[in-house]
């Protein structure tokens, strides 16, 4: 048989989006030696980047190609077409191909939906121009392009102040970023306290307070509820009769999964994407869906953990192996200079359904640590500021380790001594990409500890725990810092 024919006779997977859960699949599907004819489609012009970093670009901590997940030739070296500035205008299931918005029509035996989320624009009046477009203060930020743009604005000589709207992780990141860059920066949440849908009121109230020794002002249980033009500038109104002078308002008040394109293919959508164990569309058994667009058993995630834990099963699925999808744990970290939170789970539900309560607040030096306990197990927890243990706290939660009745409280005691927690080579060290400390004492430096194991290039909160990781092991040499 030709080369040619052989070619054709290969199974023929078509990705719609290149995003960090798309890109985690296609790396997935590489490593098990797939012969699928793969093809990613993205929408962006940009290669597949972290989008947990852009906070970082924003920052200026990190360039714009330093954020890069894999360059265009690496996709080309594995035999891999991906094509950038690709949008998908419908998906024809019948005919088993989907149509671009310049008419290309790509041909699938297998569909994998990676469309992400879209931000949800809140109800302000005045964000919005009679021709559609978005008030010129005003920035979203999700793609890389917004990123360079409001970054670009806030360098401009007339920045000096900015609201973000939107008081969950992203919104912290980005207001964070801001402040480091110079700009006056105040949050506008309407929860009762920050992180509300992640943290409870002791460690929200103790966030804020970290937030404020920082340089930026929060307000929280208030909305934001009209736009304003005025001579000396712009005006965000608040419902409390306040108006905020702001030179820039991001948006940041959370997304949806994007499900418009699946819902014209006839697909099942409720909140996301309805998939069984196998992450196939509920409606059809060649359609897959992973990451923030899709919904199992009644669940969005919107987290970068499950996203990649669905796309390693997924290859598993697509390679023929026996593997099935019953969940994911969530381990969510918030990436911001001088301002550390980490999430396990859904404390204030576990809180709430009857596990015991292990807690310990320090508001004087800006920590607050709480476990949530059933059965001995760790079912949840939440930490602001001292994230020592979080390695450890992280081990007994992934492995539903049986506690002693001490331990939950030793586990959030302070490190009394300098030198740092030494961690056992079991201790997941990076909860993106479920990487051990002993694979981290493996490497001989922080590039191939990026390279062979992914630690670092998700949210990034471990790249501290990895670099001294490495400076701790005799072989290593030349860790960047």
Not at 96 to 119: C, F, N, Q, R
Not at 166 to 189: K, M, P, S
Not at 405 to 412: A, D, K, M, N
Not at 428 to 441: F, L
Request: glycine share 12%.
């Amino acid at each position: 048989m030709s080369s040619g024919a052989t070619d054709t006779a290969r199974r023929r997977l078509v990705v719609v989006g290149s995003g960090m859960a798309a890109t985690r699949l296609v790396e997935e599907l590489v490593a098990a030696g797939t012969d699928l004819r793969i093809t990613v489609l993205g929408d962006e012009p940009a290669p597949p980047y972290n989008r947990i970093l852009l906070s970082a670009v924003l920052e200026g901590t990190h360039r714009p190609e330093a954020i890069t997940l894999r360059s265009a030739e690496w996709y080309a070296d594995h035999g891999i077409d991906l094509r950038l500035g690709a949008r998908v205008l419908e998906i024809e299931r019948e005919l088993k191909d989907v149509m671009l918005v310049d008419g290309t029509i790509v041909e699938y035996d297998a569909l994998v939906l990676a469309t992400g989320s879209i931000p949800t624009l809140p109800p302000i009046r005045g964000l919005v121009r009679m021709d559609g477009s978005l008030h010129e203060a005003v920035h979203a930020f999700r793609s890389l392009a917004d990123c360079e743009r409001l970054r670009d604005a806030a360098s401009s000589a007339g920045a000096r102040r900015a609201v973000v709207v939107g008081g969950g992780l992203l919104g912290l990141q980005v207001a964070r970023a801001l402040g480091v860059r110079g700009i006056e920066t105040e949050i506008v949440e309407g929860g009762e306290h920050l992180l509300h849908q992640q943290l409870g009121s002791t460690a929200g109230r103790i966030l804020a307070r970290d937030l404020e020794r920082l340089g930026v002002s929060v307000y929280t249980g208030v909305r934001a509820v009209r736009l304003e033009d005025a001579p000396a500038g712009t005006g965000l109104r608040l419902d409390n009769g306040v108006t905020l002078d702001t030179d820039l308002v991001v948006l940041a008040a959370g997304g949806r999964p994007s499900t418009a394109l699946a819902r014209r293919a006839g697909l099942e959508v409720r909140r996301g994407v309805v998939v069984d164990d196998r992450l196939a569309s509920v409606s059809d058994p060649d359609v897959f869906g992973i990451g923030d667009c899709v919904e199992h058993e009644g669940r969005t995630t919107g987290f970068v953990p499950p996203a990649w834990e669905q796309a390693a099963v997924l290859a598993g699925v697509l390679t023929g192996r026996p593997v099935k999808y019953d969940g994911s744990r969530i381990v969510a970290r918030l990436r911001a200079t001088d301002l550390d939170v980490a999430v396990l789970g859904d404390p204030e539900h576990e809180a709430r359904v009857g596990g015991d309560v292990v807690e310990m607040s320090n508001p004087v030096r800006g920590s607050h640590r709480k476990l949530v306990v059933r059965d001995g197990r760790i079912v949840a927890g939440a930490l602001v500021g001292d994230l020592s243990r979080v390695g450890l706290i992280t081990q007994h939660y992934d492995r539903q380790t049986v506690l002693g009745p001490t331990e939950p409280g030793e586990l959030l005691l302070a490190e009394r001594s300098a030198r740092p927690v030494q961690l056992p080579d079991d201790a997941e060290v990076c909860t993106c990409a479920g990487v051990t400390a002993g694979a981290i004492r493996a490497c001989s430096s922080l590039e191939q500890a990026r390279d062979t194991t992914r630690a670092t290039t998700g949210c990034g909160g471990c790249a501290a725990a990895v670099r001294q990781l490495l400076l701790a092991t005799p072989a290593t040499t030349g860790v960047p810092q």
